[in-house]
Structures are given as structure tokens and as C-alpha cells.
């Protein structure tokens, strides 16, 4: 488990002892317009996440202890707009200054935090705009800058060869990034200069990415979809760039999937229901389609016949992922049951006998368990033999908190089209169920 703890510089002053299994990172603001707070942050699936944040002492001094994962050795301190990129290891002393809105490495501990810090002095001289520049004046910079960062890195290669190359596909996503993003923050006209830019013409084709690299840096989702909206807006123009166009771009699996998780309608129920049936079958893999499924701005469905009910996704005994868009075109009566549950297991010889009536027709029975122990739902499911679509929710929690489920058993019905009939539908062992199932499979 990471162990982080937080210490007041006055502490690091008197020579507070440290485990050899942490690293320790001492900053000094100075200047003006200084922040109220330093951030800590990881990356996770091309997002920045915040790991710990700290205010800054009086004196202008902030600190931080952390005991550093070896497969993950990247962490960012974050002022509010800028990222300043360590890397951690184990036993290593970090000393960072900030000043004139600047990060700035005055002791890197390491001979990763000193090419870091070469990098990021080589990087904001492309960054910082000179005044009354021109908007074309950045592209003949930006590949005088390019070409003095591949000179550069040839040295490092012959130095370094160890971190070279992972060197490399940092400063080549970060150039790709000040790139993209100067573009698109300040090209006013469709045709610009720009256009005389080799590097402009080569990336423009389609995304260059060819591997999961990008997935690594804070600014991956915002650079995929920076670039994205440029090509609509400059590029397609007033032609729509459809969302199959930007997916058939990206090769790879997992730079796809997380373009379309990010892309999820949060606002509208129905165009999210919409995303989700139609995107759900592209992600590659169950991670991705749990991920959706937990998505915490999800819109609310409403619980009134006729609406778009949730798509419900649940792995089954062997923990194959299934939602109830895998059974579009068909009636869906769903159950949701607990082992520990009398009433529940009550109704399992009325729900069997439906079954068998009701076999080879248009309409599936879904039983959802809340249990949290899934091996003793897998047994009883064995030992009972239930037939249906058996699917463990694992608790009541990750059920679409709009159901307000206050007790089980809780029975519902969906039409073929992914709306609701009933969200308080009979028992099986209430006569009116099967009536209500014969008219609907009759129509």
C-alpha cells in the first residue's frame, strides 16, 4: 500500500530522519502571484489524479514524503496551471523552486530529474511567447527547438542509454502537445501558416500515435481531444467529423477506448443510453465496460413506463460481462435476489416454472444477485442449478442508485427496446405475471 505522509518544512529543517523507502520533495515559493496550495499528482489512463496536496508555509516552503512505486516512478506537482514532472525512487532528495510562475529542479537527487529538468528549460523556450510575435513566428521556432532536442538526445542516448529512450517519448509527446495546443488556442483563420509546417502536414493525416505511450501523460485525453476538435474546426470545417471517423484513426485499442469513455454524454439520459448501446461493444474487454458502467456523472434514468431504462452489466458465474443491450429485441424480466434472502429463494420454483413455459420465446430471465460473498452465490447457483442469465452485482451499492432499492426481492420488466414496463413488476408467483407476459409476447 503507497504510505504517504505529509511533513512542515521547519521538520525537514531540524533533520527529521526518512526511511530509505521514501523520497522526499522540499519546495520554496517566491515572487509574486504565488499559488495558495502545491498539488501532487499521478496519471491514470491519460487523466491527472491527485495523490496529496499541501498549502504553502508563511515562509513560502512546502514538503512532501512519498514512498515511490517502482512501475510507476512519475509524479507531477501542480501550481494550478503548470505540471512540473519528477521521477521518485526510493531514498532520493528533491529540491524545487517556483518563481515567476515557473517550476524550476535546483537539486534533481537523481540523473532522471536532471535531464527532466534540461528538457523542461529546452521546452519553455518554445512555450513562452515573445511579445507582439506573430502567430506564424512559432513554427520556424518550434523546429529549431525540435532539432536541438534530437541533437540532444543522441548525446543522452550515448550517456544514458537506459533512460534514453524513455526520455525520448516524453519530450516526443510533449512537443506534440505544445504543438496541438498552440494551434488550437491561437489559429484565427482557416488558412494560416501552419501549413508550411512539415510537422503540421505529417500529424494532421491522422493521429500519429502508434502505441499506449500518450496514456502516460497528464495531458493524454485533453491532447486526443484537443486534436480532434482542431481537425473539425480547421480542417473538416463545416463537414461532420463523425465519431467513427476520429476512432478509425486511432490504432490502438486502448487509446480508442479511453477516447470513448471520454466522450460519454453526461447530461442527457437518453443520449447516453443512446452512446452506450452503440459504444459498449467496441470497448476492448470487461475493465473498459466496468469502467463505463461506474461512471460517476452517469445521467439518472427515469422510473416511468416508456423511459430508456439502465443498461445493466453484470458478470455471470465464469465473470463475463453482460448488459441487458446484449439482449436488445427481446422482453427482459429481471430479478434482483440474494441467497440470504427467504422471500427471495421463494420464488425461485414460480420463476423456473415461467422459464419453462416461456422457453423459445422473445423474452429472457435475468437474475441479478446482490450477494457480497460471489462464491457462496456461485454455489448455490450450482448446487440449485438455476437456469435464466445468472449475473452478481456483489451489493446493492452497484445497482443505479435511482432503483432506491430498499428491499429484495425487487422484480422489473423492459421492453425490447430498452425501456421500461415496470419497474415494480409482480412476482412470478402472482398470477398476473403471466398474463401480463402472454399479452406482451402476443402483440
Same mark, same amino acid.
Given at each position: 500500500m503507497i504510505r504517504l505522509l505529509y511533513f512542515l518544512f521547519c521538520i525537514l529543517q531540524v533533520g527529521c530522519v526518512y526511511g530509505q523507502n521514501f523520497a522526499i520533495i522540499k519546495g520554496q515559493v517566491s515572487g509574486e502571484q504565488r499559488p495558495l496550495n502545491i498539488q501532487l499528482m499521478r496519471v491514470q489512463n491519460g487523466v491527472p489524479?491527485?495523490?496529496? =496536496?499541501?498549502?504553502?508555509?508563511?515562509?513560502?516552503?512546502?514538503a512532501f514524503m512519498v514512498e515511490p512505486e517502482k512501475d510507476q516512478p512519475y509524479y507531477?506537482?501542480?501550481? =494550478?496551471?503548470?505540471?512540473?514532472?519528477?521521477?521518485?525512487?526510493? =531514498?532520493?532528495?528533491?529540491?524545487?523552486g517556483w /518563481?515567476?510562475?515557473?517550476?524550476?529542479?535546483?537539486?534533481?537527487?537523481? /540523473?532522471?530529474?536532471r535531464l527532466l529538468e534540461t528538457w523542461r528549460k529546452m521546452e519553455r523556450s518554445l512555450k513562452e511567447k515573445q511579445q507582439d510575435e506573430s502567430y506564424g513566428a512559432f513554427f520556424p521556432r518550434f523546429e529549431s527547438v525540435r532539432k536541438?532536442?534530437?541533437?540532444w538526445l543522441r548525446e543522452v542516448d550515448s550517456l544514458y542509454p537506459a533512460y534514453a529512450g524513455e526520455l525520448k517519448d516524453i519530450v516526443e509527446l510533449d512537443l506534440l502537445n505544445d504543438f496541438i495546443m498552440y494551434v488550437s488556442k491561437q489559429q484565427q483563420n482557416y488558412e494560416s501558416e501552419e501549413q508550411e509546417s512539415e510537422y503540421y502536414r505529417q500529424i494532421m493525416k491522422r493521429f500519429p500515435e502508434k502505441n499506449n505511450r500518450l496514456l502516460k501523460q497528464p495531458y493524454?485525453?485533453?491532447?486526443?481531444?484537443?486534436?480532434?476538435?482542431?481537425?473539425?474546426?480547421f480542417i473538416f470545417r463545416t463537414r461532420e467529423y463523425t465519431m467513427e471517423q476520429r476512432l478509425a484513426e486511432l490504432d490502438v485499442p486502448e487509446l !480508442?477506448?479511453?477516447?470513448?469513455?471520454?466522450?460519454?454524454?453526461?447530461?442527457?439520459?437518453?443520449?447516453? &443510453?443512446?452512446?452506450?448501446?452503440?459504444?459498449?461493444?467496441?470497448?476492448?474487454?470487461?475493465?473498459?465496460?466496468?469502467?463505463?458502467?461506474?461512471?460517476?456523472?452517469?445521467?439518472?434514468?427515469?422510473?416511468?413506463?416508456?423511459?430508456?431504462?439502465?443498461?445493466?452489466?453484470?458478470?455471470?458465474?465464469?465473470?463475463?460481462?453482460?448488459?441487458?443491450?446484449?439482449?436488445?429485441?427481446?422482453? !427482459?424480466?429481471?430479478?434482483?435476489?440474494?441467497?440470504? &434472502?427467504?422471500?427471495?429463494?421463494?420464488?425461485?420454483?414460480?420463476?423456473?416454472?415461467?422459464e419453462k413455459e416461456f422457453e423459445g420465446q422473445n423474452i429472457v430471465f435475468v437474475s441479478i444477485s446482490i450477494d457480497k460473498n460471489r462464491k457462496a452465490w456461485k454455489n448455490f447457483v450450482r448446487m440449485q442449478q438455476l437456469e435464466g442469465i445468472q449475473l452478481w452485482a456483489g451489493d446493492w451499492t452497484e445497482l443505479p442508485h435511482e432503483l432506491k432499492l430498499g428491499s429484495v426481492p425487487r422484480f422489473m420488466l423492459i421492453d425490447p427496446e430498452g425501456r421500461w414496463i415496470d419497474v415494480n413488476a409482480p412476482r412470478p408467483s402472482n398470477p398476473k405475471l403471466k398474463e401480463i407476459l402472454k399479452k406482451l409476447l402476443s402483440k
Open positions: 489524479v491527485n495523490y496529496a =496536496g499541501t498549502s504553502i508555509a508563511s515562509g513560502g516552503s512546502f507531477y506537482l501542480y501550481d =494550478g496551471k503548470e505540471y512540473c514532472r519528477l521521477y521518485l525512487e526510493a =531514498g532520493v532528495v528533491i529540491e524545487v /518563481e515567476s510562475q515557473n517550476f524550476r529542479v535546483i537539486k534533481p537527487g537523481n /540523473e532522471e530529474n536541438n532536442v534530437n541533437n493524454g485525453i485533453t491532447l486526443l481531444d484537443s486534436y480532434f476538435t482542431y481537425k473539425q474546426t !480508442k477506448a479511453e477516447y470513448i469513455l471520454a466522450e460519454i454524454p453526461t447530461t442527457d439520459y437518453r443520449r447516453y &443510453c443512446e452512446y452506450e448501446r452503440y459504444y459498449m461493444p467496441l470497448l476492448p474487454g470487461d475493465t473498459y465496460r466496468q469502467r463505463m458502467r461506474h461512471l460517476k456523472e452517469r445521467p439518472i434514468s427515469i422510473l416511468e413506463p416508456g423511459e430508456l431504462a439502465p443498461n445493466l452489466i453484470y458478470p455471470d458465474t465464469s465473470g463475463q460481462l453482460f448488459s441487458m443491450a446484449d439482449f436488445k429485441g427481446k422482453y !427482459k424480466y429481471i430479478d434482483i435476489w440474494a441467497t440470504w &434472502c427467504t422471500p427471495c429463494k421463494q420464488e425461485i420454483p414460480s420463476l423456473r416454472s415461467l
